[in-house]
């Protein structure tokens, strides 16, 4: 029974396609239109264009912007210029996650930012608390945008011919604003799927006509399950899987994000900073079957007898054809090739640490 | 969407179709059934000379996103297995009542037959479902 479920703009071109509709943080999302492998393979071998407006976007401005993110994150914006995004998170003081999000520069005294889905109003609420007496003015245009990515390998080529911008000006994180057929959009060389590619927003009235001329250039739909599917592939985190309010970026393998930041306090940093120079009881490893099964989320972990993890992630790969996973596990048992005990069900399945990530292409 | 009910089969509530054939029953899941599931990358099935009463599981299925169960349609031996199932899952997708078959029930008491669903029956279940 569906009740209230939120709409993107492009709700009704979803099931016009048929596409398998569900309730995902709260939306009505197409979570495959046809089949999940036929969409992650077209992403892996051709393009694909996904409806991501559930996400939130945030706009940031105020002369303290930057001074307001550096306290609120843990990535350091002194890596950032203008025309560039930057991967991160924001934490609680123990180190544990609120959101993980992509933020854009696109004036030192102007911000974009996408957050997940889930976190919209959580976000929207930390930000606004945490501003103070810093000239920050956070406006929330979730609901006025539509989002959607682009990825592929031939999402250069199909784009190019749309948009009034050089792609190949544009690195891996940098972004623009410029006009797909004469819309304007903001458009960034960033993405979730493991595979080159675009992400988009602009004003939700020109939502059918972009989604449109997106899919007339030879690209598939693809919906939240390929989206799964290839981020675990490439290994990408899931805010409530790999993060969430009870794991850290550390343990979750992402302590590239936490950074020293001398002379800056941040929320989280005297606990992150020490648990990347020390280590974490636990961490998140790359996992395959010896057996044959599928790994899913929250099945346990034993060692000998000992139970010692559980899986954040798990699912087929369509790149690899065989099942892979991601489990929080005690550290000691990290190191490659541990041979572990899976609990799937009713039976105990042999799996092994393997290296991550397990296909990237980017 | 149009999902095919081959009107010689009887069928279960629970989306699992059964070809009777003297005293041996073929078993499989309807093709609403692997729809909703999706594409199904892994299927275990018992092991063969397993007795197993109506009603229980026999076999899991797991697609890319789920993982669904096949129930026993009725009380019995199974005799055989749908091997080619452990290389080309993919095959109950696109064949639910060919060659995507999953087991070969010797049957224990043919009366259990008065319980299965006729085609009519089955759709109205699917057209429950829907809404």
């Not at chain 1, 996973?325 to 005690?330: D, E």
Request: aromatic share 10%; glycine share 8%; net charge negative.
């Amino acid at each position: 029974m569906i009740t209230d479920l939120k709409k993107t703009p492009l709700y009704d071109i979803h099931v016009k396609l048929g596409a398998k509709m569900v309730d995902f943080a709260g939306f009505s999302m197409p979570v495959q239109y046809e089949s999940i492998i036929k969409e992650h393979e077209a992403v892996r071998t051709n393009a694909g264009v996904f409806d991501v407006s559930h996400m939130g976007e945030f706009l940031l401005e105020g002369k303290d912007v930057i001074d307001f993110l550096q306290y609120i994150m843990i990535n350091d914006l002194n890596l950032l210029e203008p025309s560039k995004g930057q991967y991160s998170c924001m934490c609680y003081e123990n180190g544990t996650v609120v959101d993980d999000l992509v933020y854009y520069e696109e004036a030192p005294d102007r911000f974009r930012m996408i957050v997940n889905a889930g976190n919209i109003e959580k976000d929207f609420q930390w930000l606004t608390e945490h501003i103070g007496t810093k000239n920050v003015k956070i406006t929330n245009l979730s609901k006025e945008r539509c989002r959607l990515a682009f990825q592929g390998p031939k999402s250069d080529e199909y784009l190019q011919s749309l948009v009034d911008v050089d792609l190949a000006s544009i690195n891996r994180f940098f972004f623009a604003h410029c006009n797909l057929s004469g819309i304007p959009i903001f458009l960034a060389r960033t993405g979730y799927t493991g595979e080159r590619g675009f992400e988009i927003s602009f004003d939700n009235i020109h939502a059918k006509n972009v989604w449109g001329a997106l899919i007339n250039l030879g690209a598939s739909p693809a919906g939240l399950g390929a989206r799964d599917s290839l981020r675990l592939e490439a290994t990408y985190s899931l805010y409530g899987h790999e993060i969430n309010d009870s794991i850290t970026p550390v343990e979750a393998g992402l302590f590239w994000l936490v950074k020293p930041k001398e002379g800056i306090d941040y929320i989280g940093k005297k606990i992150l900073i020490k648990q990347k120079s020390q280590g974490t009881d636990r961490v998140i490893v790359g996992l395959n079957l010896l057996d044959r099964g599928i790994l899913r989320e929250n099945f346990k972990i034993f060692k000998d007898g000992e139970e010692i993890g559980y899986i954040t992630s798990g699912g087929y790969s369509p790149t690899l054809k065989k099942t892979i996973g991601l489990g929080l596990i005690k550290k000691q048992f990290k190191e490659e090739g541990t041979q572990l005990e899976i609990e799937v069900r009713n039976k105990s399945l042999r799996g092994i640490v393997v290296p991550t990530p397990f296909y990237r292409n980017v | 969407m149009e999902y095919r009910f081959p009107s010689e089969l009887k069928y279960l509530q629970t989306h699992e179709w059964v070809r009777i054939e003297g005293n041996v029953a073929s078993v499989g899941i309807t093709d609403y059934a692997q729809h909703q599931l999706g594409d199904i990358v892994y299927v275990e099935l018992p092991e063969v000379n397993t007795t197993l009463n109506k009603g229980s599981s026999v076999a899991e299925i797991e697609s890319v996103k789920a993982v669904g169960e096949l129930m026993m349609p009725l009380t019995g031996k199974i005799i055989e297995i749908n091997n080619i199932l452990a290389d080309k899952p993919e095959l109950v997708n696109s064949s639910p009542y060919g060659s995507g078959w999953m087991i070969k029930i010797e049957i224990s008491d043919k009366s259990e037959l008065n319980d299965l669903l006729s085609v009519e029956a089955y759709k109205e279940v699917v057209n429950a479902e829907k809404k």
